[in-house]
């Protein structure tokens, strides 16, 4: 089992940023990737960027392309995510994962509880 543990989440007005952080432990050997997904509830999950453990590959949706990144802390099993110049559609549940290397939820088999960004006009 893996345990991932989301923070840093809040409220922000548009056009500024924040930054999330997602802490794993537990058997994170078994995954080779971390990634950050997003869900307003009753719509579908959403792919935002992924990491690869090993060598830091990154992948964005093209909607936070040139907007977000997403880093890794190898040392403290901790995954980052910087938003910057934040969107009123950015507003939603924001989700870690751990699993493989994709930006299919199907590949990513363990999930935080989640953290609320909200950005305001």
């Known amino acids: 089992q893996v345990q991932l543990v989301e923070s840093g989440g809040g409220l922000v007005q548009a056009g500024g940023s924040l930054r999330l952080s997602c802490v794993a432990s537990?058997?994170?050997?078994?995954?080779?990737?971390m990634g950050w997904f997003r869900q307003t509830p009753g719509k579908k999950r959403q792919f935002v960027a992924t990491?690869?453990?090993?060598?830091?590959?990154?992948y964005y949706a093209d909607s936070v392309k040139g907007r977000f990144t997403i880093s890794r802390d190898n040392a403290k099993n901790t995954v980052y995510l910087q938003m910057n110049s934040l969107k009123t559609e950015d507003t939603t549940v924001y989700y870690c994962a751990a699993g493989q290397y994709s930006d299919n939820e199907r590949e990513y088999y363990f999930w935080g509880q989640g953290t609320q960004v909200t950005v305001s006009s």
């Open positions: 990491i690869r453990w090993s060598d830091g590959n990154t």
């Open positions: 537990g058997r994170t050997f078994s995954t080779t990737a």
